[in-house]
């Protein structure tokens, strides 16, 4: 999977992903949020999470190489896998507990953090192999 976004795209999908955690607590202090439109702001930090993951994963990294780029798809692969378990989990979680209208309905987003975590430890044990190798 080859980069599209250019190595900036990566830090500031980090910033988006730490404003969409926090802002919601700031704006429900200030009054913002209420039951009315709660599901509207869950939403929004929903696709704003999903963003930031987006760019984190199609940004070029500061030294892209095959190597990167190899990391990059077997951290998708990884994802798909660990994914898949942690959704049929939580699934059997909730039919064997009875609750069977609250199903997951955040699978990718909770697929597109554990990719972010899959390639972020990629990259860093590539960098440590590096380092052991000279």
């Known amino acids: 999977m080859k980069p599209l976004l250019p190595v900036f795209c990566r830090p500031m999908g980090y910033v988006i ?5 926090f802002v919601p607590f700031g704006l429900f202090f200030l009054g913002k949020i209420n039951d009315g439109n709660l599901l509207f702001y869950k939403e929004c930090i929903k696709l704003l999470m ?6 984190i994963l199609f940004a070029y990294n500061k030294n892209e190489s095959k190597t990167i780029e190899n ?6 692969r990884y994802a798909m896998f660990i ?26 987003l909770t697929f597109l953090i554990i990719n972010i975590l899959c390639l ?13 190798k000279k």
């Not at 992903?17 to 955690?21: A, E, G, Q, V």
């Not at 039919?95 to 209208?101: A, E």
């Open 71 to 76: 990391i990059r798809n077997n951290s998708t």
């Open 120 to 132: 972020e430890f990629g990259i860093k044990k590539a960098n440590v192999d590096n380092i052991f």
């Open 17 to 21: 992903l730490l404003l969409s955690m």
């Open 83 to 108: 994914t898949v378990l942690f959704v049929f989990g939580t699934m059997l979680f909730k039919v064997s507990t009875g609750d069977i209208i609250t199903v997951d309905n955040s699978s990718f």
């Open 50 to 55: 999903m963003i930031g993951a987006l760019m």
